[in-house]
């Protein structure tokens, strides 16, 4: 009976050791995640951005907590603009409800993890564009942003859409 759960124990520990090893992440402590296997109810808030999110995860990282988004399908060479914001907005949300400024945030994709340093210019591009998106947000009309008929597939807005490409 013993040898068994000395068995079990070791195949237990070592799906552990496989799952944290494909996951690309760091070997720290987790204090924060909202993935499909475990939701997450508490969102991080900074209403003086208008600004609600939830990161993958939040690592604990020397006293700092580190945003980790995750985009497990996606495979690129660089990271996109576009998820490299969404993970600076992770890093404004760290900073907005804990008062202190995280060092980067971690991007993960199918085979590769990403850096992304929080600075100020990366911090104060990411505020740009939340003043640009919240302009739009009023404004009557928005031309479309680009010129990528499969993006026009995808939208939600796309049979109303008088400017779209498909």
């Not at 402590?29 to 951005?49: C, E, G, K, S």
């Not at 760290?94 to 199918?110: D, F, H, I």
């Not at 600075?119 to 739009?136: F, M, N, S």
Request: proline content about 6%; some cysteine.
């Amino acid at each position: 009976m013993g040898w068994l759960l000395l068995v079990l124990a070791l195949l237990s520990l070592l799906l552990a050791l496989w799952s944290r090893r494909r996951s690309g992440l760091p070997w720290q402590r987790v204090v924060y995640q909202d993935t499909d296997w475990q939701r997450n109810d508490r969102p991080l808030i900074a209403r003086q951005y208008d600004l609600v999110g939830k990161p993958d995860y939040l690592l604990q990282v020397r006293g700092s907590l580190i945003p980790v988004e995750v985009k497990p399908e996606r495979q690129a060479p660089a990271p996109y603009q576009s998820d490299l914001m969404q993970l600076a907005a992770y890093c404004l949300l760290v900073e907005a409800t804990t008062g202190r400024s995280p060092k980067y945030g971690l991007l993960r994709y199918a085979t590769q993890t990403f850096k992304l340093p929080y600075t100020r210019a990366v911090r104060q591009e990411l505020i740009i564009l939340l003043q640009a998106i919240k302009h739009d947000r009023q404004a009557p009309d928005v031309a479309r942003s680009h010129g990528n008929a499969a993006r026009c597939r995808g939208c939600g807005f796309a049979s109303s859409c008088t400017d779209s490409l498909v």
